[in-house]
């Protein structure tokens, strides 16, 4: 909100305060969170389609240089998740919004500078690649902000809405880059790179598209969204989470939902185009389906509940791993990708039911923080993830290892669950509904 009209009370547990004032407010900071968020993704994941094309264009790197170039903004961007947890309650949701928003031009203008010099050095492009790693660090800082304007009734689907429409940044530059760099918009920004079979590539262009929507969402954020009375926290007072049993057990879970959507979307275009490179056109499609189910997930936790919802998310994605291996050992396409669209679904509702838990588990000035440090750790899914896929392609010819490693984890993941919050004894995470 602007300067005219500052929040100076804030309670949207009492009804008849969310009802008359809350809602509206707590609706206008989120669709401005959405579009901020999802830049954010969208610049911490170009590398996973602007790293398939740039041995297209002259480069000379490795499989395995281009899949660690997809893997450093997941390293960057969940390492700086550790920092931006803290940040909203050190310098208010508005003001972190709109400095965590901005930046994000500083790699998108790098990156559009520097692919349209094959001698560009590999190093460079690391230094470009770690400094996507700031949109990576938003989604720490965006969920906690969002998880203190709604009511514990609708943080599920609130939250499941801006993680989930922020996530669709992934799908969104994976979509729109094959076609935004087949046309010369931005030809003013420089000259087109010719393909081997003659045809004209503005590669750059998948980095500047994004450089005037930032402006807009900065611009947007700076005069609509809200700095929260009561949220200011030390450092030191949110840290205290640190010490919770849960606060690591949601961890184990979050990792496994979210780091497997981060960590797949960012390996799909290279693993479609070092499996089955006919098909690389339709690399979006995972990221796209996983962002979609995460209202869903959101949603469905508030009505059955999120322990509930996110057990049979463990099962699925077990069945979806299982599937993946045994039809990529098979060569056959279109198993491989319903087996893998099965994981991305799976993963994208997992992600809006662990943190609809988050919120019943803890109280509010603990769930926000908590909500940040897990999903940092989450991020590291899209470092760790590629990294996992590179080895095992690179030692063994193909990626399928690597899925026994996550079919582990989903199970350790499904018992934990089990036994802290779906069992008759464990956790007991009934909520109220705010009418």
Known sequence: MSKKAR????????????????????????????????????VWQIWSVVAVRLNDIGFTYTEEQLFTLAAIPGLVGA????????????????????????????????????????????????????????????FSSSSSNMSFFFPKAEKGTALGINGGLGNMGVSV????TPLIIATSTFAFMGEGQVLSNGETV?????????????????????FGMDNLPNTTQSVADQFVIVKRKHTWIMTI??????????????????????????????????????AAARPVGGWLSDKLGGA?????????????????????NAKTFSGFLISFLILFLASGIGSGSTFQMIPSIFPAKEAAPVLGFTAAFAAYGSFFIPQ???????????PVTAFYFFIAIYVISFILNWFYYQRKKGLDLKIEKVS
């Open 388 to 398: 996992l896929f590179g080895w095992s392609t690179s030692t063994t010819g193909s």
């Open 79 to 138: 390492t700086l998740r550790f920092f931006y947890t803290f940040a909203v309650g050190k310098f208010g949701g508005r003001n972190w919004t709109v400095i965590s928003t901005a930046v994000l031009a500083i790699p998108a203008i790098g990156i559009g500078v520097a692919v349209q010099n094959p001698d560009t050095p590999y190093s460079v492009m690391l230094v470009l690649a770690a400094l996507c790693g700031l949109g990576g660090g938003n």
């Open 253 to 290: 879970l979050y990792v496994a939902t979210f780091g497997s959507f981060i960590g797949y979307s960012a390996a799909f275009p290279l693993l479609l185009k070092s499996q089955f490179p006919e098909y690389i056109s339709l690399a979006f499609l995972g990221a796209l389906l996983a």
């Open 202 to 222: 503005w590669l750059q262009n998948a980095a500047f598209i994004w450089v005037i929507p930032i402006a807009i969402v900065t611009i947007a954020a700076y």
């Open 308 to 328: 509930l919802v996110t057990t049979w998310v463990f099962i699925v994605m077990t069945i979806g791993a299982i599937g993946v291996i045994y039809f990529t």
């Open 173 to 176: 530059v994976q979509f729109v």
């Open 7 to 42: 929040i100076t009370s804030w309670n949207p547990e009492d009804p008849k305060f969310w009802r008359e004032t809350g809602r509206k407010h707590a609706k206008r900071n989120l669709w401005i969170s959405v579009p901020s968020l999802m830049l954010a993704f969208v």
